[in-house]
């Protein structure tokens, strides 16, 4: 038997509310007093692509790990603290530290074999092409009296 998730608000598919959803999840998850630190991703669909497009400012190329298996994408890492040094002392600490994980469902249609990843300016770019049969064709049609 397959399980299927509960969608209370069927047909509901508003962004931000899904944004909501989400992070109220991971706060009922989460043992009480931690504060994860999750980036945000953006996924976006062109007729030749799936791009994903990760925050992870200050965190290193090392630090970060990208798999693909059985058609899922996971993306972890760590972004590290530097530390207190002498000169200075911080008066307030806002920003997450540590590790992260997030992996993404990936739809057959995906080429796992051509996937590119860039890192520029805090941002990671995962590229994943589509397969040949997946894209899109034009038909011409004839039509005849």
Do not use: C
């Amino acid at each position: 038997m397959a399980l299927t998730r509960y969608n209370p608000f069927p047909g509901f598919n508003v962004p931000e509310f899904k944004f909501v959803e989400e992070t109220l999840n991971r706060f009922l998850q989460e043992p009480a007093g931690a504060r994860p630190w999750v980036p945000a991703v953006d996924v976006l669909e062109t007729q030749q692509e799936l791009v994903l497009k990760a925050d992870v400012p200050e965190v290193d190329m090392k630090d970060i790990n990208l798999q693909i298996e059985n058609g899922t994408l996971t993306l972890k890492g760590q972004r590290k603290f530097e530390g207190e040094s002498k000169e200075r002392g911080y008066h307030r600490i806002e920003r997450s530290y540590g590790s992260f994980a997030r992996s993404f469902t990936l739809p057959e249609t995906v080429d796992p074999e051509g996937v590119k990843a860039e890192y520029k300016a805090g941002v990671l770019t995962i590229t994943l092409p589509k397969k040949e049969l997946a894209k899109p064709r034009s038909i011409q049609v004839e039509v005849k009296n």
